[in-house]
């Protein structure tokens, strides 16, 4: 357990609005992702962070930015959400220490957007 | 093409039954994940190989890099083992550390 928690898991949203989806870890990892899943799809990157304030953007970026001004906290915001961002969101972290490079992912977070 | 390619895409299996979930890739890796996602979202680490074999419990991962092909094998298969099952190449070079994953392989194991 690498002690991820992502909030709120569950979000119904209105179309045009900002969101925004926080996921805290315990472990001081450097590495964190958000990803998204859809069926047929598979999980995509959205974006990324290698450390404080260092981000960058991955395959499906577009309509997404994020922050990261502290270790444990990266967060993704929706800045004004679209039916096509209904997804399930995932964080994660990547571990990369002697024995190898665990992943670890967060319980998810649904987000409806009507 | 994708990158990553996982067959079969469904497999339904009788309990007890030997499972086998194939993982081709075309990229280089500096390991490979393989990952199981029970239906309510939560995904677990399985494996990560970057050469040879694996075993814990029931579950055995194997890698040929030549081939760049992987394999996950449930031996005595029980229906708490359905749940779809994700490979994952992963390339740590540099500054991104990104994987890359397949579309999955749902399994449902039948009592």
């Known amino acids: 357990d690498a002690g991820i928690t992502q909030s709120p898991r569950h979000k119904v949203t209105e179309t045009g609005t900002p969101v925004t989806l926080r996921c805290h870890q315990t472990?001081?990892?450097?590495?964190m992702y958000w990803y998204r899943q859809d069926p047929g799809h598979g999980l995509r990157l959205i974006h990324y962070s290698y450390g404080v304030k260092d981000t960058d953007k991955g395959e499906v970026s577009d309509g997404y930015s994020v922050s990261r001004s502290k270790t444990e906290d990266f967060l993704l915001t929706l800045e004004s959400a679209t039916s096509s961002q209904t997804s399930v969101y995932f964080c994660?972290?990547?571990?990369?220490?002697?024995?190898?490079?665990?992943?670890?992912f967060g319980e998810g977070s649904w987000l409806t957007v009507v | 093409k994708n990158e990553v390619e996982q067959s079969p895409q469904n497999l339904t299996a009788q309990e007890g039954e030997f499972i086998t979930i194939n993982c081709s890739y075309s990229v280089g890796i500096s390991a490979l994940h393989w990952l199981q996602q029970h239906p309510g979202g939560g995904i677990v680490s399985l494996f990560m190989?970057?050469?040879g074999k694996k075993k814990h419990g029931r579950l055995i991962a194997t890698i040929n890099i030549q081939e760049k092909h992987s394999s996950l094998h449930i031996t005595a298969s029980h229906p708490r083992d359905s749940a779809v099952y994700i490979c994952a190449a992963a390339n740590y070079g540099g500054s991104q550390g990104n994987l890359i994953f397949g579309k999955g392989t749902k399994l449902s194991v039948k009592p």
């Open positions: 994660a972290i990547t571990d990369r220490s002697l024995s190898g490079n665990t992943i670890y």
């Open positions: 472990e001081n990892h450097r590495y």
């Open positions: 190989l970057s050469s």
